[in-house]
């Protein structure tokens, strides 16, 4: 639960206190935003808990049995 708030807070911070507006202006755009975000903050953005490495970076170069365990969950 810790995790998942850390995560709600993050979000909110990051990009939904700048982009609430388009919630009523433009709901697609917004949602078109949020993916680009999210897509950033999954995949680019430095993190803290991974010694400001990007995850992607990270699965494919710092720890090869995250990435066999990322490829056997799907």
């Known amino acids: 639960n810790t995790f998942v708030e850390r995560f709600n807070r993050t979000l ?3 990009y939904i206190n700048d ?3 388009l919630l009523s202006d ?3 755009l ?3 935003r949020l ?3 999210l897509y950033w903050h999954n995949a680019i ?3 803290y808990g991974l010694k400001q ?3 992607l970076k990270y699965l494919t170069t ?3 049995g995250a990435v066999q365990y990322v490829m056997n969950a799907y």
Do not use: L
């Open 62 to 64: 710092a720890n090869t």
């Open 30 to 32: 917004f949602n078109d």
């Open 12 to 14: 909110q911070d990051e």
């Open 53 to 55: 490495i990007p995850p």
């Open 26 to 28: 433009d709901i697609k």
């Open 45 to 47: 953005r430095p993190h």
């Open 19 to 21: 982009n609430i507006y």
């Open 35 to 37: 993916m680009d975000h």
